[in-house]
């Protein structure tokens, strides 16, 4: 073995896969135009709110309601609680989520997606080839 620098395989296998995801129109076109925020500057309407607040909301139900559960079925030591109780909860909370997507509309969760990518995509590239994106933040 030399002394030199030591090859990491899962290091080249990441920095592929980004390469990769990069590729790709959406994230091309992400970066390429920019993609903000600035479509939440507008004033939201009512059922857009509705959307938000039932997302919020999907998130209570989700895990926490999920841990209520386990410890109510510790505490009277009837496990079905929970065995019952959790998925039923679980799949309540993803009937919500959806809701809340539905209503706060899918232009808003393309826009936010879009951002989402162009931050993540930028800072990856940056790790993995800094070479080719000297622009990208870090």
């Not at 390469?19 to 939201?44: G, H, M, Q, Y």
Request: with cysteine.
């Amino acid at each position: 073995m030399s002394l030199g620098v030591k090859r990491n395989p899962l290091k080249r296998l990441c920095q592929k896969i980004i390469l990769s995801c990069a590729a790709t129109a959406f994230v091309r076109a992400a970066i390429e135009e920019n993609a903000d925020l600035a479509a939440f500057r507008e004033k939201p309407t009512p059922v857009v709110l509705a959307g938000v607040f039932a997302i919020g909301f999907s998130f209570l139900l989700g895990w926490p309601a999920i841990f209520a559960l386990g410890l109510l079925s510790i505490k009277l030591q009837t496990p079905w609680i929970v065995v019952v109780g959790g998925p039923l909860t679980y799949g309540l909370s993803h009937l919500v989520f959806l809701l809340g997507m539905y209503l706060s509309g899918a232009i808003y969760s393309l826009i936010f997606c879009r951002w989402l990518t162009r931050i993540t995509m930028e800072r990856c590239l940056a790790w993995a080839a800094p070479e080719r994106h000297p622009h990208s933040s870090r």
